[in-house]
Every structure is written in C-alpha cells, then in structure tokens.
C-alpha cells in the first residue's frame, strides 16, 4: 500500500499543539499514523508553520463572490443588496457558474479551507426553463469543486415561494422546482450519480421559511433522513423574516421548523442570529449545527448572534463564508469571538480551541463527514500548513494562532492526501487569462 | 531640481478613482505635479493596481504588538488583560523597546501605514529610575521609526495617577513624571530636538482621566497649543472610566477635557466609545477628531462607538490599530463600517470615500501633518500600490477596494519619495536574525 509521509514542524492534535509530528497517508488519502515528537523520516513532505486540520466552509453562494467590493455604494439594506444578487445571478448559465466556482473554490482552497457546503438554489434556466439535465447546474459546481480539488458537500436546497404565501418573483424562477416532490425527484436522481463518492456528498437545504411553506418542510426533512444526508436551513437571519414567519403562523421559524420535524443533529441552522430563548433551547436540545457566517453577518447588516448561550444550550457551531466579502477561515473564527466580545462585554468567549474545532470538525460533520477535521488515524488526510514567521503571525502562540493568522499565511494544503496548494500557490491561481499573478 | 516620477495604472485622488496617473516628486519628498489619463513617461516607477495615499495609523501602543495572540486562554476582561500588558511592558529597556518598535513599524510599512501615532507613556525605568537622558526611551521610538522609515508622531504622554487619586501602582511607577509641568519640562526637552525635522512630529498627550488629575488637564492642553502640537486622549474606553470619573467629579470624561479647554480641533479622543449624546456634541462642535481603533475595541471587548453619531455632530474620525492584534489598515476601515452596521442594522453607513478619508488624510491630520494623505501638489509623497489581482481584490471596483483588500495585498510603499516596500518586502524583514522569510 503506498503512503505518504508529512513532517509537522507543529501540529494541532486533538489534545492541543504537538511539535514534530509525522503524519502518514494511505492511498485513499486518509491517515493511518499520528506520531508526536518525532523525527523526519528523511522522506516526508515537510509542512512548515502550524498544520492544522482543513478547515471546513459551512455555507457557501460561490456566485455571491462576484459581488465583492460592488455592493457598497449608496447604503441600502439586506434586501436591496439582494436585488444586487438576483441581478448576479440572472448572468449564469452552466458553463459560466463552472468558471466562477472554480475561481471561488480556488480562492477558497488558498485560504485553508478543503470542503465546501454549497447552498446552491440555481437550478435552472432564467425563467425557470429545465435544462436538459435539470442538474445541470449542481453539476457545474461538483465539475468546479473536482477543478479546484476541494470536497464538497452540495446542498441542493427547495426553493418555492417568494414569500410566505407569495408566488416566485421572475428572478426567482429558476430557483423553484415547483413542490418538494419535484425537488426530491430531481435530488434523487443526482444523488444516485454521486453515491459513493469520496469527495462529493449531496445534502439537503430547505432555503428558508420564506421560500418553503410549512407543509413542504417535513418531506424535505424526510428526505435528508432516509438519505443520511445533511439538512440545512437559513435561519432567523433578519428580523423581517421572524415577523413575516410569526403573522403567518404564529410561530418562530425555529419553532416552526421543530414543529415539522426538521431540528435534529443533522441539522444545520444557518446564520441563527434573531433567536428567542425558546429557540436557542430547541437548537441546542437537537443538538444542532448552528453554522454562523460573521464576516457576511457584519457586511449584510444582520447583527450578532447568541453564539455562547447556543453552545452552552447543547448546539454545536460551525462556520461559513456565505456571501464571500472574505473568504479566510481565521477572520470567521475571529469574528465569532469578536462579536462575543462585543455582545457581552468580556473578553475569552471562546477558548482558542473550540473556535478551531467550529472552524474545523463541526464544520465537516455538518457537511456530512463526521469525523472529517481531526488529525487522528482513521481521519481524511486534510491538511494546512499555516506560516509562523509572517509579519501577522510572528511571535504568536501557537495554540492562539487561530486568532492572529490570515488567508495569506496558508503555506501548504493537502486534499484527502493530494497537495492543492504549496507555497501559497494554486495551479489554476492567477487563471491563464488572468493578469493576476500568484498569492 | 531632482525629480522621481510614477505612473500608477490607477490612483485614488480626491475625486475618486483615475486610471494612469503620473506622479512627480521633487527631492523634499512633495509632490510636484499629479497627472491623470496620461502615459508612462518611460523613466517612470510603475505603480500596479490601485494608489492610495500612504495610510495613517493614528493609535499605536508599538509594544502591546508583544501580546499579538497570547492573551486568549483563560477568559477575562480589559483589566485582566492590562495586567499582561503591564507585564510586557516592564521587560523593556531603550535598547529592547527599539529593536521591538522596529519590528513593529516595519509590520505597519509592510501594510500600507506611512505614519504612525506613537502614545507613549514607558518613560522611565522600572520603578521611576530616570534613564541617563529621561527621554531615552522615546529616543529609541523615534531611531526605530527612523529605521524602519515610518513618520512618526510621538504623542509624549502624560501618566501621572493609578486611578483618580490613586497613586500609580508598581508597574505604573515608570510612566509617571510626577507632575503635569515636570512632564513639560522634559518634552520641551525632546520637542527641541525635533523641531523642523520632517519625519518625526513631537505631540501630547492625556493618558485619560483616569491617569491625568482634572487640574492637570489644562497645563497639557496649553503645552499642545503653544507647540501647535496635536493633543491625544484615551476617552471612554471602557463604561469603568465613565463610572469612576463621574463619580470623582460628576462630569463625563468628554464633559470634563471640555471643562478644561481640552477639546479642539487640535484634540484627538482615542476610542470614544462609551458617550452620551452630551459628550457626541461636544466632541463634534470642536470638530475634535475620534480616533476608532476597531479591532483593538473588538479585542478588549470596549464596544463599538457611535461613529455616524460624531462624524453627523462634526468631529473627524480617523483609524488606528493600537495594541496590534491586527495591523492592517483596511480592516480598521472595513471593521469601522462592519460595526456601524451591526449597531444600526443598515449597510452604507460610511461610504468607501469616507472611509478612506479616515484611513488617510484625518489620521495625518490627527498625526499634525494636516493636508497629507491626499495626492495633490504638495502633499508629501506618500504611496500606497495595492493589487487588485490577488485572490482576494480580484474582481472588486477599484473604488471599493478598501474594503476587499488587506494587507496582504500591499505591493509598492513609498514615504515622502522613499520606496521602502516593493513587492511586498521590505529591506528589515525578515530580520537577518529572524527564521522568518518574506511576506
């Protein structure tokens, strides 16, 4: 069986930092040895800096980078930052969005991130015309991920309505699949293409309680069980929704989503930032993946969720990139204590290790590899080796460095054993056509 | 009369964005001509991307950056917190306290800052001992600063009290100078030093109120204005610094510099966070400058001021990185604009021009050097060439850019016609010591 061997200047272990670890890999890219404290084997793909797990990206629009550095002329809120979006994505057709995911998941990859949880509701041709493979669209993105070489976790996600009761705005028709057995008919159909497959996986979404009605929920749940699949929902992101939710069924979206059966540990809650006390107990009972998004948080406006009172509730949390003003998972696990901080008043929020374990393991379970994001034997090979010595992180401790890297410190990254970036560099990063030169 | 010429493919004047702007300085350092849509004269330094002006950084404690990523175990709060401060602080003698600020101006060069705010209050030795030459230590700021080749603005601070009629503690006994005129005394010393040098800038400063006595408010306040020097203070940092200084003397912070003819548009309130509407026109009739320190408020868990609130009533707001937990002017401009829209809910609450305006021109006039940090005629030549290829300004408008870039993205830094970072690298780092390799 052949192996890889990699030499960790340092590592993070699931106990903390360890100096000198050697790590090796099997041919199907994941570890079969964990050693601290040892020597190179003379052999082995020396990893510089600090190696962490791969840092997993909870929620992702890739088409949403486009809009980076364009939204912020004349104010506007959430909702006139989404006619910003919907005009983006009036553009795509497949061909185009594989493009463009490739360049995100490129950047994505640069940044230490090796899995993605697309949240993808662009199924279909503008107007709502079908292709003629209704997943088209889903397989320009799995065709991209494959590209740029980084796991992804597709969440095909129901989109019916244009408000609790609203039919689809011409934007939005080609985000519905008119009912959820239309939607699962065609999810099936794509998840059978992907079964089995190491670095695909197809989850669940059900986009929101504005775009899904009440009776459409529980078989959307239903079918992320029978599935084994990842369920997830944007959740409570502004408080127009909890109202436009509580007019029509006099309930919270969280409690409305419990009421039909769709908060269980396979759950993931994106954003979760307008909680009431009952929701945060609903959350944390499921044991649900709270997966909080704080660079797209701050940017849209949203504000600052109950991260603390949702871990200590019993909900597990995880990070995205969402909307992708920043793709770099230190400044999400930064910013989930930032905004702690300057919720509470108090500084150390988090310790250093749970916001490396919601920027890792969390996020990988909440893809649909539990298990994923942990240098143990039996664990993919995902590997990032961050950069001590930079101008950013020099003198910093490493157990603290999650605090104080930066995209720009990613030295190596190792995909299930294949190596996507060395020395901050991606083969498809700047694109041939591009005048961009490297990281 | 020697001329240096750029041609930057496109630079940020003061009505926005022009393409192919050629730039001449004469051998002062000052711009001489600005010329925009025009060719490379051939002789020309290239500038790629987008030039700001050379970015201010209108807060720094150089040797909090010692704590960068080490203060996050064990919870806390600020005053925890200063107690490592203060612990970093005692390690530090003339030779060491330059060797460390070198490091650290050469980190803010490397990031786009052409000058510097220096809050400096380590006077003395440990215990009170005066140094051979009492202002050794701000000598070792200024050789530092020279080193590196940052402007510096030495803001000589005035730290006589460990709380509102407290004596200073042990660990504060090297700030004080005992009185507000034997700390005249010596930086009249020091003032005479410098006076007409280009590069370094001798200010005052009130440490706060809580380290300043009310009666010895008004004898710095006369120093600034005789000197024409700008005037800095801590001002409600924490809700602790309200409380006690009402107690004391029923007054606000703001209420009481005001009392004592501390506020002018020649004064710069450092945080100021905590206000009441009272203390907002205050600050904003003297057109007082507001010196927000985003990350540093985010880090320490301060809050987030009101800054549309000031920037509305009339004072200036300008940026600074403080205690370095982050150097990087762009997200000090980004996280100004995140916070305004966490606390109000609303995207656009500064628009990308204003938030340059007080990355650039409002910190150098915060700094004494009013009319720099804008690229007109004889405005010093200070440049800043930012990509907007990398991974992460790919795609962004040019005029947005400051809040999609980051350091990392800093290509070409020139001081008064000095090119002291090219590519990225600068001539000091890494240290010839350090392990460490480039940017």
């Known amino acids: 069986m052949p192996v890889t061997a990699y030499w960790c200047e340092r590592a993070w272990l699931p106990d903390g930092v360890h100096d000198h670890v050697l790590l090796h890999c099997d041919s199907s890219g994941t570890l079969v040895s964990v050693e601290s404290e040892v020597d190179s084997d003379g052999d082995a793909i020396v990893l510089p800096g600090l190696t962490f797990p791969g840092f997993a990206n909870g929620h992702s629009h890739a088409f949403h980078r486009a809009l980076r550095g364009r939204t912020h002329a004349g104010g506007g809120t959430f909702w006139t930052w989404r006619e910003a979006m919907y005009a983006e994505a009036a553009r795509l057709d497949p061909d185009s969005y594989r493009e463009l995911a490739t360049r995100v998941y490129t950047e994505m990859l640069l940044a230490g991130y090796t899995a993605v949880g697309e949240f993808h509701y662009l199924h279909h041709a503008p107007g709502g015309a079908r292709y003629a493979d209704p997943n088209a669209m889903g397989e320009a993105l799995i065709a991209a991920a494959r590209d740029a070489g980084i796991r992804l976790t597709l969440l095909d996600t129901c989109y019916l309505t244009g408000g609790i009761g609203a039919p689809l705005s011409p934007p939005q028709l080609r985000f519905g699949d008119g009912d959820a057995d239309a939607w699962a008919a ?113 940017d849209l406006a949203d504000g600052i969720g109950p991260a603390r009172e949702l871990a200590d509730a019993g ?121 961009a030169s490297a990281n």
Do not use: M
């Open 315 to 435: 909900a597990v949390l995880a990070l995205g990139s969402d909307q992708h003003a920043v793709i770099d998972p230190f400044v999400e696990a930064r910013s989930l204590e930032y905004g702690e901080r300057l919720r509470a008043g108090r500084r150390g929020r988090f310790t250093p290790a749970e916001l490396v374990t919601s920027a890792t393991a969390a996020g990988h379970a909440a893809l649909g590899r539990p298990g994923a994001g942990c240098l143990v034997v039996g664990a993919p090979a995902d590997l990032v080796a961050v950069r001590l010595d930079t101008p950013r992180t020099a003198g910093v401790r490493p157990d603290q460095a999650i605090l104080a890297a930066g995209a720009a410190d990613v030295h190596t990254v190792v995909v299930g054993g294949r190596t996507v970036i060395t020395d901050g560099r991606h083969a498809l990063w700047p694109a041939p056509s591009s005048p």
């Open 186 to 298: 065609r999810v099936d159909e794509l998840a059978a293409r992907y079964a089995g497959a190491p670095d695909v996986r197809i989850g669940a979404a059900i986009h929101s309680v504005r775009a899904v009605p009440d009776t459409a929920i529980a078989p959307i749940a239903l079918w992320a069980k029978e599935n084994n699949a990842p369920l997830h929902v944007h959740l409570s992101e502004q408080p127009a929704e909890n109202e436009a939710c509580h007019a029509a069924y006099r309930r919270t979206p969280t409690e409305l989503l419990h009421q039909h059966g769709a908060l269980t540990e396979h759950t993931t809650a994106v954003h979760a930032t307008h909680l009431t006390n009952t929701d945060i107990g609903l959350l944390g009972a499921a044991r649900a993946t709270a997966c909080f998004c704080p660079t797209t948080e701050a």
